[in-house]
């Protein structure tokens, strides 16, 4: 595949590649020296099913509506693909409208990963659904840092530390299905300057975005992700993920970011005092017309196919 990185090391739970199988006792250490760490199992098998029938629940709401949606904080991201059609790829803060996603986003679990390096005072500005239907002309993530996305940068203060982006495999995720790519020990780069200014999930991923910073694409490693699997990385991490060409699987992800509550001044509080807690009326997380423009709506011009 042009542009790709077909070449990059694979790591899974069970062939870690740069280090022995990552136990809870140091996914700190991987944490710290590469800038992500993986968790096996942290979901049971049964936790996953009551996921993904969870997701399936979102994106039969989402497909009901003909253009992009958003209502406060919840938002559905509905794209016309050149090969499926309509496409759903991506639902924020459907956690305010299923209880199963709602208890996931501040599973104690979570905390117990987090609460070294964070601490147990946790507000959440990440709640995304992702999906990548097979053979979809497009469903690259392009190569990006999270930090990015931090905007206005004066409500996010010690942006190096206090930030977690985290995943939870709903689907197998390996190279064939568009899994998470990585450049190992970004996290200790400073903010970069990608090419282009298109959107990340409208871009194609590229190794050429990583050459014109000088950097080696050998150096990409692939996350193979059982279902279950927890994973997490930096705000500085560099990241993206290609298309699905698998053909049979798809690539369901629970996305979940984090903050140390003190050093941000948006976000839902997922943890008070170690304690977790429900979502309620929704706060300014990313949508700034929330209390301007809080009604139900679309943002496309015309809805999709059209």
């Known amino acids: 595949m042009p542009g790709s990185a077909s070449g990059s090391t694979r790591i899974s739970a069970s062939n870690q590649g740069l280090q022995p199988p990552l136990r809870l006792r140091d996914h700190i250490a991987q944490y710290l020296e590469l800038g992500y760490a993986i968790i096996p199992g942290v979901f049971s098998a049964s936790e996953v099913a009551s996921l993904r029938a969870a997701c399936d629940w979102v994106h039969h709401q989402a497909d009901q509506h003909p253009a992009s949606f958003r209502h406060k904080n919840l938002h559905y991201r509905i794209a016309q693909d050149a090969n ?30 987090l609460e070294p390096l964070l601490g147990n005072n946790l507000k959440q500005i990440i709640n995304q659904i992702h999906w990548k239907p097979p053979g979809a002309a ?44 990585v450049y190992p020990g970004s996290h200790r780069m400073p903010e970069l300057k990608f090419s282009g200014d298109s959107p990340v999930m409208e871009s194609a991923l590229t190794d050429r975005d990583l050459e014109g910073l000088g950097l080696d694409p050998a150096k990409i490693v692939t996350l193979e992700l059982a279902p279950g699997d927890f994973a997490f990385w930096n705000l500085y991490t560099i990241h993206g993920s ?29 943890f008070k005092g170690g304690r977790p807690v429900r979502l309620g009326e929704p706060v300014l997380v990313h949508y700034e017309d929330l209390y301007r423009r809080p009604e139900p709506h679309y943002l496309d011009a015309k809805p999709v196919g059209s």
Not at 141 to 158: K, S, T, V, W
Request: proline fraction near 5%; glycine fraction near 6%.
């Open 84 to 113: 499926l059609g309509k496409v759903v790829r991506m639902a924020q803060w459907a956690a305010y409208d299923n209880p199963v996603l709602e208890r996931c986003r501040r599973d104690p679990r979570i905390l117990d990963i």
């Open 138 to 181: 497009q469903a690259d993530f392009c190569y990006h840092q999270d930090i990015r996305f931090r905007r206005p940068r004066e409500a996010y203060r010690n942006t190096r530390t206090c930030y977690m982006q985290t995943a939870i495999a709903i689907d197998p995720h390996h190279e064939g299905n568009g899994a998470l790519r």
């Open 242 to 270: 290609g298309p699905n060409f698998d053909g049979a699987d798809s690539r369901l992800v629970y996305l979940n970011s984090y903050v140390r509550a003190e050093d941000c001044d948006r976000g839902e509080w997922a």
